[in-house]
């Protein structure tokens, strides 16, 4: 798929997450969309492969901190490679918990990855639209979440907002929600969203032809 990475790359910046989720659904039938995202970066497009991080109930002796934490977890989803990937993290049930702030998530500028989907809260909105990633959440936080919520396990198939995201599918985002792509059909359901909008833009002008003609079409 590296070899692909500047096709693909060059038929996302064509489309919309509209587009790419019709496309998704000429393909399939299973819900791959999540709406009323929240972004201190809303003109960045987010595409990249998925690691993944998921959260789970903070428990000192079930899930002691020096091993379940999100600097070890990181570099875990990290462990081959980071460059172009997105950080998928799973808020397991805990949306209005804070996964993450500025702080621990500058690691991602570190280790070159295109952003951050999330279904969960995060903090330092006005930080992280200065990282150089793009930052897809359920909305801000103002307090931290380590107390309700922990990491607790790397690079697994998650779920956020009941779309099913494994390791290696790839994830598009805008200012009007995502999609979660099959990673074996990326390059085909990208070529479909193009087809979606050259469909899109030869129907608009095929009524704008219509209407200055004065043709009225029958229901």
């Not at 819900?31 to 960045?44: A, E, G, M, N, Q």
């Not at 985002?173 to 070529?191: F, T, W």
Request: charged content about 25%; proline content about 6%.
């Amino acid at each position: 798929m590296v070899e692909e990475e500047p096709r693909l790359r060059e038929l996302a910046a064509r489309v919309r997450t509209a587009d790419v989720v019709d496309a998704m659904g000429r393909a399939h039938r299973h819900l791959c969309h999540l709406l009323d995202l929240k972004s201190p970066t809303p003109d960045r497009l987010l595409f990249g492969p998925a690691i993944t991080i998921s959260y789970m109930p903070s428990c000192q002796k079930a899930l002691p901190p020096d091993r379940y934490n999100f600097s070890a977890l990181f570099q875990e989803a990290v462990r081959d490679g980071g460059q172009g990937r997105v950080l998928v993290l799973a808020s397991n049930g805990y949306p209005d918990a804070s996964l993450g702030g500025g702080g621990k998530l500058s690691r991602l500028a570190a280790h070159g990855l295109a952003g951050i989907l999330t279904d969960g809260r995060l903090r330092d909105f006005s930080q992280l639209s200065e990282c150089g990633f793009a930052v897809y959440c359920g909305g801000e936080a103002v307090r931290w979440g380590g107390d309700a919520i922990t990491p607790f396990e790397a690079n697994r198939p998650v779920l956020v907002s009941g779309v099913a995201v494994r390791p290696g599918d790839y994830v598009f985002a805008d200012s009007s929600g995502a999609a979660v792509i099959p990673a074996a059909e990326v390059l085909q359901i990208l070529e479909e969203a193009n087809r979606v909008v050259m469909d899109e833009a030869e129907f608009a002008e095929e009524s704008r032809k219509e209407g200055a003609s004065g043709y009225e079409p029958k229901e």
